[in-house]
């Protein structure tokens, strides 16, 4: 039921669009360049947690109901657009201040603490409010359920394969993100990387908030 002969096109679409760029991954390099390795990691794992609301979302058929539902789908799409807006404003903000990403004193980088509900919930919250994501797992698990299995268990297998993939995947960046900690920490490079990241991530949320 779980392992059939459609799980290997499955592992190979997921991957493919694990490593695909978007607000995912801008998210995870952020908060690792903003919090070292925890902050990266939590985000990570908190994004990823995330897959199993929309797996079983999307088995209950209330992505469905979202779909058919225009005002409602259209209130999902206004909380994810202003979620990001809010986080890259944020980032434009640290830039404005000149703070930077990371300090480095005595040659010794240190990073801001950021409290773990903090990482937790900025990554939880990315995912779950992401329209296209709901709409991407009712389009695409579909394919891969069999009209024999039990809808819920399968969608939450797939999904668990997703989580494990994307975890592995983004905690990569993480790493190749603590490689150029020395480069990063360089105040100028910090506010350069802060603006940027800052207007990706607000002109995501504009884009989707406007999107018809």
Same mark, same amino acid.
């Given at each position: ?17 694990? !490593? @695909?760029?978007?607000?995912?991954? #801008?998210?995870?390099?952020? /908060?690792?360049?903003?919090?070292? *390795?925890?902050?990266?990691? =939590? ?74 509900? !903090? @990482?937790?919930?900025?990554?939880? #919250?990315?995912?779950?409010? /992401?329209?296209?994501?709901?709409? *991407?797992?009712?389009?695409? =698990? ?71």
């Amino acid at each position: 039921m779980y392992f059939d002969t459609y799980l290997w096109g499955y592992l190979l679409a997921i991957t493919l669009l694990t !490593v @695909s760029p978007g607000v995912d991954t #801008l998210l995870v390099i952020r /908060n690792t360049v903003r919090g070292g *390795f925890r902050d990266g990691a =939590l985000t990570s794992l908190a994004i990823c947690l995330g897959l199993f609301v929309h797996a079983a979302v999307s088995a209950g058929g209330i992505s469905l109901i979202l779909m058919q539902s225009a005002w409602m789908f259209n209130l999902l799409k206004l909380a994810g657009a202003c979620y990001l807006v809010w986080l890259g404003g944020k980032s434009l903000y640290s830039a404005y201040r000149g703070g930077g990403a990371l300090k480095l004193e005595a040659g010794k980088i240190n990073h801001r603490t950021v409290p773990v509900w !903090v @990482s937790l919930r900025e990554g939880f #919250l990315s995912n779950v409010l /992401n329209p296209k994501t709901v709409v *991407f797992y009712m389009a695409f =698990l579909p394919q891969f359920i069999q009209p024999t299995d039990p809808a819920l268990t399968k969608s939450l297998f797939l999904a668990g394969i997703h989580f494990i993939i994307a975890n592995i995947w983004q905690l990569l960046l993480v790493l190749m993100v603590r490689r150029a900690y020395n480069w990063l920490s360089r105040p100028r490079v910090g506010r350069i990387f802060d603006s940027l990241t800052g207007s990706v991530m607000v002109f995501f949320g504009l884009r989707l908030g406007l999107a018809q």
